[in-house]
């Protein structure tokens, strides 16, 4: 093979790799290149061209594969980065609850295993395809029309492939509005906590003699087992949430055994929703646990970003912490 | 230019180098020059540039809109023959500010 017709080789198999609207256009461009620099490389040799001196040009030019991608990079980002870590999430978690929700069914025996596969197990699946397919097209949508940070303006496809606003970072406080709203909360907590002990009794008192207030009695195990470990709970979470309220070393120091209280006590409610009766009478029972139900829920959400903030919160090794001054301010 | 993870120095000052070509390739390009011919009046000026990385650049930097590029026979086979243009023009005057101010630092911060 001579020189020549080697260049000529390698330059087909470089456009064989270029998109089409490139392929002439840079192969002849590469081969005149090559050509060019071989004639030059013979010159500074004082002899022919050859196929050993094109191997060894060509071998420094690169790989076919490498030339191609350095003129027209091939390939393209299905999702952005950004985006990754969430599908993964949300994937796990459907197919998970695909499977928790469906495999009971398989473990009572009412349908084998292989159905449940056939029908559930596998079908899961599709879940991750799913979000792929949503993500791929917020992504591709993003990088179309994207949004200026802070414009306050969005194309409306942005809304409905839950494209992510780009914000403009601001300081916040958030902790300090919690606590205002915590100072605010604190009396209406007192009064729950006051009326949580004996609703019939408070009402006895407040309505005119001769109201029935029977409605408001507790079921006799509740107000037995439950409710003093529920009215300590609030007490103590009350009292420690004064005190963090008005003292914001105390609130550093407390705060793992106020979220401790906190879990507690709606653990506690969740087994008392779901336990038995809480009111003796059905249909204050029935009511009062809607309600419960949804304060439960809000509080199950608060209780995940909490932890989910301790979790993520930048420690301060103990071997960085300043020294304490002892009898000091 | 071969970069072996076990030369660290190696790899930084191809680095350095990377971050010039683009200025140094289009400061050759005010007047139309082809692939070789301005690989060699880079090499002449003491900016060596290879072959496989020069080449896709010049069209990568026509597709960004900074070059224009026409095919010519002159004393030879037909070249593909690439120019600044009004934009790429532009673009090298704020490349040498830029350039000329970080030189300027750079200088003062290794003195």
Redesign the interface.
């Known amino acids: 093979m001579n020189a020549q017709t080697i260049i000529e080789d390698y330059v087909d198999k470089v456009a064989a790799k270029l998109p089409r609207r490139l392929r002439n256009d840079v192969g002849l461009e590469l081969r005149t290149l090559l050509t060019e620099q071989l004639a030059s490389s013979a010159h500074d040799a004082a002899r022919e061209p050859d196929s050993e001196m094109a191997t060894e040009l060509l071998r420094r030019f690169g790989a076919p594969d490498e030339v191609a991608a350095r003129y027209a990079p091939r390939g393209f980002q299905l999702i952005e980065p950004e985006y990754s870590p969430l599908v993964v999430k949300l994937a796990t978690f459907c197919i998970a609850l695909q499977w928790a929700v469906t495999l009971p069914a398989v473990l009572s025996s009412r349908m084998t295993f292989d159905d449940w596969w056939l029908r559930w197990g596998l079908s899961a699946f599709a879940w991750a395809g799913l979000l792929v397919f949503w993500f791929g097209l917020a992504s591709w949508i993003q990088r179309r029309s994207p949004a200026e940070p802070g414009s306050g303006v969005r194309p409306w496809t942005h809304w409905i492939f839950w494209v992510p606003f780009p914000r403009e970072w601001r300081p916040g406080q958030p902790e300090a509005t919690e606590w205002r709203a915590a100072r605010g909360a604190a009396p209406l907590g007192a009064i729950l906590t006051i009326v949580f002990i004996a609703p019939a009794w408070i009402l006895d008192r407040l309505l005119p003699a001769g109201t029935d207030t029977s409605w408001a009695l507790y079921d006799d195990r509740f107000q037995r087992w439950l409710l003093p470990p529920l009215i300590a709970l609030m007490a103590v979470r009350l009292v420690l949430l004064a005190a963090a309220a008005l003292n914001e070393r105390r609130r550093a120091r407390t705060e793992t055994l106020r979220a401790g209280l906190w879990i507690g006590f709606v653990a506690l409610l969740y087994w008392a929703v779901f336990g038995g009766r809480i009111f003796a009478q059905p249909v204050t029972d029935a009511v009062f646990k809607a309600w419960l139900l949804v304060f439960l829920l809000v509080n199950t959400l608060q209780i995940v970003v909490w932890i989910r903030r301790a979790a993520t919160r930048v420690r301060v090794p103990d071997a960085f912490a300043r020294p304490r001054h002892n009898g000091g301010h | 230019m071969a970069v072996t993870n076990d030369n660290p120095a190696s790899k930084l000052e191809t680095e350095l180098r990377r971050g010039t070509l683009v200025l140094a390739t289009l400061s050759q390009l005010r007047s139309a020059q082809?692939?070789?011919s301005l690989r060699q009046a880079l090499a002449e000026q003491g900016m060596p540039i290879?072959?496989?990385?020069l080449?896709?650049l010049l069209?990568r930097l026509e597709e960004q809109g900074l070059l224009a590029s026409d095919w010519r026979i002159e004393d030879?086979?037909?070249?593909?023959y690439y120019k600044l243009n009004s934009k790429g023009t532009r673009l090298l005057a704020d490349l040498t500010t830029n350039w000329q101010t970080l030189v300027g630092t750079m200088n003062r911060l290794l003195k």
């Open positions: 082809y692939g070789y290879e072959e496989g990385t080449y896709p069209r030879g086979p037909p070249r593909r």
